[in-house]
């Protein structure tokens, strides 16, 4: 009778969305006890093989093969191991994401000195599929407690970048993180470039095995917003386990306790994946707001909107090349007076791609974009046309005028532009812009100067034209 009214004690918090313990994301979840088992996932397609799996998820009370705690759906993880690591290294953090409402799936194949990673990485999605089965069949443990819909991957080390490949291999794994990725053959960096969904890497600041530099950072600069990269001050690459293993041999020693880098992985996991499984935006803040730009224990970037963008003069329609320069982008709301939500500022590369990061952006709101340019129109997005989104907001102004207000593009090859000329900024290509753009060629102007129409760092005749040009066709911003 006890244990009934316990149970009955703890769906009724979690039904009612009451915590029992702190929000803090480091500290122990919603749901006081945790349950585990070793389960085996047998995958047909691959000649039965065997994938021996802990699992953890919430549970009626702690320990070994309790019950699971029915009453919720509960997204799935799976969790990659670093490189001759046993998966109980990590027990911890797999306990600490089941009481926030997680059931995590740690396979134990691949353990010894020659790992397959492509193996290891189709472990990791299956075992994702598999349980979702198993919460569609009736008698099942899991049956009916299942997310089916939001399940994510992450990993330590090899398990890392073997999280990039299973995040490559299925597009319903709809978030990936990572402990100190390393890279795999083949190339998780590669893989990363794939990935649609949300992206996070964890870094220790002293890793000598997986470095920011080498590893933490190419994997990030190949991946899609959103993405997020979060170097832990002093921390190293094998106090992310729960105790010393074959890397602590040969990494660096770190200057902050395991416990406190192990706290530090726990409060940024924790909140990525409660925001990108559980879409909970309130988690944002914890992320990259402004709480999160005030942690001084870490060192952290995102980018959360990726733009492809063209200037007229820069861009050469030949060899499908920009010139590369720093444009500045608003978020602006979409009714009248359009105040400004937010400002960030980014180099476009040379195909006209660029990232952007916005702290202030409400997910699923609608704005215009407006596009800011030192010698450009002042261009602003399509009515209606950018609903921003957490997970993977992107908008572009290259394929189609309608994607500008007011159509307001030139088409030069196959691709659309902003148009160049306007140098004094004043919203119009006009003889004032034409007589600033003449009175430095003929002073053989160089430099990072406002009449270098075509970013070659050179003002003369070929400037002078688009300038004239656009003069001539009365070209001007158009605005709401």
């Known amino acids: 009778m006890r244990k009934f009214i316990h149970s009955l004690f703890i769906l009724l918090f979690i039904g009612s969305g009451i915590c029992l313990s702190q929000t803090i994301p480091s500290d122990s979840g919603y749901i006081p006890f945790v349950g585990n088992r070793t389960l085996t996932f047998t995958d047909s397609s691959r000649s039965n093989r065997n994938i021996s799996s802990l699992v953890y998820y919430p549970a009626t009370s702690e320990g070994s093969g309790t019950p699971v705690l029915?009453?919720?759906?509960?997204?799935?993880?799976?969790?990659?191991?670093?490189?001759?690591?046993?998966?109980?290294?990590?027990?911890?953090?797999?306990?600490?994401?089941?009481?926030?409402?997680?059931i995590v799936i740690a396979p134990s194949t691949e353990t010894g000195?020659?790992?397959?990673?492509?193996?290891?990485?189709?472990?990791?999605?299956?075992?994702?599929?598999?349980?979702?089965?198993?919460?569609?069949?009736p008698g099942d443990l899991f049956y009916q407690v299942i997310d089916t819909v939001n399940s994510g991957?992450?990993?330590?080390?090899?398990?890392?970048?073997?999280?990039?490949?299973?995040?490559?291999?299925?597009?319903?794994?709809?978030?990936?993180?990572?402990?100190?990725?390393?890279?795999?053959?083949?190339?998780?960096?590669?893989a990363a470039s794939n990935i649609k969904n949300p992206v996070q890497l964890l870094s220790g600041q002293r890793d000598s095995i997986a470095s920011y530099w080498t590893n933490q950072i190419p994997h990030y600069n190949s991946s899609s917003?959103?993405?997020?990269?979060?170097?832990?001050?002093?921390?190293?690459?094998?106090?992310?386990?729960?105790?010393?293993?074959?890397?602590?041999?040969?990494?660096?020693?770190?200057?902050?306790?395991?416990?406190?880098?192990?706290?530090?992985?726990?409060?940024?996991?924790?909140?990525?994946?409660?925001?990108?499984?559980?879409?909970?935006?309130?988690?944002?803040?914890?992320?990259?707001?402004?709480?999160?730009?005030?942690?001084?224990?870490?060192?952290?970037?995102?980018?959360n909107l990726g733009l492809n963008v063209l200037l007229q003069g820069f861009y050469n329609s030949n060899t499908q090349v920009m010139n590369n320069d720093s444009i500045k982008l608003y978020l602006r709301k979409n009714t009248s007076p359009y105040f400004v939500t937010d400002s960030s500022a980014a180099v476009v590369d040379d195909s006209g791609y660029c990232v952007f990061s916005f702290t202030e952006a409400n997910n699923n709101e609608n704005y215009f974009i407006q596009v800011s340019h030192r010698n450009s129109v002042e261009t602003w997005s399509s009515s209606g046309a950018f609903i921003f989104s957490l997970k993977n907001s992107f908008?572009?102004?290259?394929?189609?005028?309608?994607?500008?207000?007011?159509?307001?593009l030139i088409r030069k090859g196959q691709r659309y532009c902003i148009f160049s000329g306007d140098v004094n900024k004043d919203g119009v290509v006009d003889l004032?812009?034409?007589?600033?753009?003449?009175?430095?060629?003929?002073?053989?102007?160089?430099?990072?100067?406002?009449?270098?129409?075509?970013?070659?760092?050179?003002?003369?005749?070929?400037d002078l034209a688009i300038a004239e040009n656009n003069s001539n066709l009365f070209v001007s911003s158009i605005t709401p």
């Open 153 to 190: 991957v992450f990993g330590h080390s090899m398990g890392g970048g073997c999280s990039f490949l299973a995040g490559s291999l299925d597009s319903n794994i709809r978030a990936v993180s990572s402990l100190a990725a390393a890279t795999t053959n083949p190339s998780s960096v590669t």
């Open 225 to 303: 917003p959103f993405r997020q990269i979060v170097n832990i001050k002093g921390g190293n690459h094998s106090q992310f386990h729960l105790l010393p293993g074959f890397d602590d041999l040969v990494d660096n020693a770190a200057t902050i306790s395991r416990p406190e880098q192990q706290r530090i992985t726990r409060f940024y996991v924790t909140s990525f994946f409660n925001m990108f499984l559980k879409n909970d935006t309130a988690y944002k803040k914890f992320l990259y707001s402004a709480d999160a730009r005030n942690d001084t224990s870490v060192l952290m970037k995102y980018n």
């Open 395 to 408: 908008y572009d102004f290259t394929s189609d005028s309608s994607s500008a207000f007011g159509n307001n």
């Open 113 to 137: 000195l020659f790992p397959n990673h492509l193996n290891f990485a189709k472990d990791l999605v299956f075992v994702l599929k598999d349980i979702k089965r198993k919460g569609r069949t």
């Open 432 to 462: 004032q812009d034409l007589a600033m753009t003449d009175n430095d060629v003929f002073n053989f102007t160089t430099g990072y100067s406002a009449t270098d129409l075509n970013g070659d760092f050179v003002t003369d005749s070929e």
């Open 70 to 102: 029915q009453g919720s759906l509960y997204p799935v993880i799976s969790f990659g191991h670093g490189f001759t690591l046993n998966p109980n290294l990590y027990v911890s953090l797999y306990r600490h994401l089941a009481s926030w409402g997680f």
